[in-house]
């Protein structure tokens, strides 16, 4: 799964400890999702996606061989 989570983090001028906060993970767990090398939950996302007010699909794109 792609994501573009670091752009958008970083329009909005954010640091990955700063959306670890916001959200009440780990800062490793934002390294983690940015790289590719973990799936959120579906929680997670739609937290993501409610706290900056952005649909999860433009978030988080599905690949066909995922």
């Known amino acids: 799964m792609k994501n573009n989570l670091a752009n958008i983090r970083k329009e909005k001028k954010m640091t990955q400890q700063d959306l670890a906060s916001v959200l009440n993970i780990s800062r490793q767990t934002i390294i983690s999702l940015e790289k590719g090398k973990y799936n959120p939950s579906i ?4 937290k993501i ?3 900056f007010n952005i649909p999860v699909e ?3 794109l599905l ?4």
Not at 63 to 66: F, H, K, L, P
């Open 58 to 60: 433009d978030i988080f």
């Open 43 to 46: 929680i997670l996302a739609l």
């Open 49 to 51: 996606g409610n706290f």
């Open 63 to 66: 690949e066909e061989n995922d």
